[in-house]
């Protein structure tokens, strides 16, 4: 199978884990009504969603290693496409939660067979441009999805949101029918893969470049987690005014994805992404002023926004592509672990966003200043392993 055939498959699979992120969102106060349930109990869902992502992730990746990409890939799209269908029968906020949980476990599948067919075709450099298209997908399922996701539920209701997800993962697991994949080296035991994802998270390039990424993913899962609230309830958009917002979101997000696709040989990875996790926290800490001096006006909280998703895209991609190729170990492992850290990193920072709900912006804004301050401080440490590593091969 050609690369370019495989990056396809790979953004198609990623786009449909990630949209299940965003697709919802404009349907959250509608769900609560549906459910008899309170909002905020409801914006649960998001955090459950990456928990339920991030618990298998380091399974898949070692049953990738096993048995293939095609077949764990197909039972990571079945199982997806099976909870997406069931949700719409959820009969109240609990039975919601634990089919939001299985859909997340699919999820968690489907995107760490995205990044591994990614990672078998690309290295160095251009393994980061094709993780820059894996970016653009994800973009288009945070922004896109959130436009779609408003669109059906106005005409058809918050369900046809949900069963759309299903009708496209069971038409992605018919394109992959006919389509070969390479086979894979298998591992020796199950165990021997928590001994090398041990070997792995204890090599300090690796934790630090896979950190950088996994705390500036998490300013997009607060802002996912508490604006819907916000933006919808003291700002008092409609559902499809919010659903509109994913087009600025996803312009910010194409972006820093393209100049990372174009730059990146030339610039060098290290200095892109110290200008993208810059840009990330500077965006947050215009968020963090607009909402403590300007309150009252909205553009002052998703405008900074789209700019620390502009950087954030540019650090995302290359981060992911340095924390491989300063892994101790080859195959999957590398993008499994790192996939496992950022959705779990996810999950707790969109549970702890979700205690800071409420219709005011500066608990947000606070928190991804911290966020995206962690990341700029990852990312020097990134240049200091560089640095070290470069001094070691010199001796």
Not at 61 to 87: C, D, T
Not at 186 to 201: E, G, L, M, N
Not at 264 to 286: P, Q
């Amino acid at each position: 199978m050609k690369n370019t055939t495989r990056l396809a498959l790979a953004c198609c699979a990623a786009f449909l884990a990630q949209v299940g992120i965003s697709s919802y969102l404009p349907a959250v106060p509608v769900i609560a009504q549906s459910l008899l349930a309170a909002e905020d109990y409801v914006a649960l869902a998001l955090a459950v969603y990456l928990m339920g992502m991030a618990l298998p992730m380091l399974l898949w990746g070692s049953l990738g290693e096993r048995f293939g990409r095609k077949p764990v890939l197909l039972a990571a799209l079945a199982i997806y496409a099976s909870a997406s269908a069931a949700i719409p029968s959820a009969f109240n906020v609990e039975s919601f939660l634990s089919l939001r949980l299985i859909q997340g476990l699919g999820a968690g599948g489907v995107a760490v067979m995205a990044r591994v067919l990614v990672r078998d075709s690309f290295s160095g450099a251009l393994l980061a441009r094709g993780l820059s298209w894996l970016g653009m997908t994800f973009v288009i399922a945070l922004g896109i999805g959130q436009f779609m996701g408003s669109l059906l539920q106005v005409a058809f209701g918050w369900k046809a949101i949900f069963y759309g997800l299903a009708i496209s993962a069971v038409t992605l697991i018919a394109v992959l029918q006919s389509v070969v994949f390479p086979s894979a080296k298998k591992a020796d035991s199950p165990d021997s893969a928590w001994r090398i994802y041990t070997t792995i998270v204890r090599h300090p390039p690796f934790l630090h470049a896979a950190l950088a990424g996994g705390l500036g993913y998490g300013v997009i899962i607060a802002f996912n987690t508490c604006a819907p609230l916000i933006l919808q309830g003291r700002f008092e958009w409609s559902a499809a005014q919010y659903g509109w917002l994913g087009w600025p979101i996803s312009g910010a997000y194409l972006a820093g994805a393209l100049m990372v696709n174009r730059f990146v040989a030339r610039m060098g990875r290290l200095t892109m992404m110290s200008w993208g996790v810059g840009l990330a926290l500077t965006g947050a800490a215009l968020m963090l002023l607009g909402s403590v001096f300007a309150s009252g006006i909205a553009l002052l909280l998703w405008l900074p926004y789209c700019l620390a998703i502009f950087g954030q895209s540019m650090s995302y991609p290359i981060s992911l592509s340095l924390a491989n190729d300063q892994s101790p170990v080859g195959g999957s492992y590398a993008i499994a672990l790192s996939g496992f850290m950022h959705q779990l990193m996810a999950a707790l920072i969109g549970g702890v966003a979700s205690l800071l709900v409420s219709q005011q912006a500066w608990p947000l804004a606070f928190l991804c200043v911290a966020l995206a301050g962690g990341a700029f401080i990852c990312a020097a440490s990134c240049r200091t392993d560089q640095n070290a590593l470069r001094k070691i091969s010199s001796i």
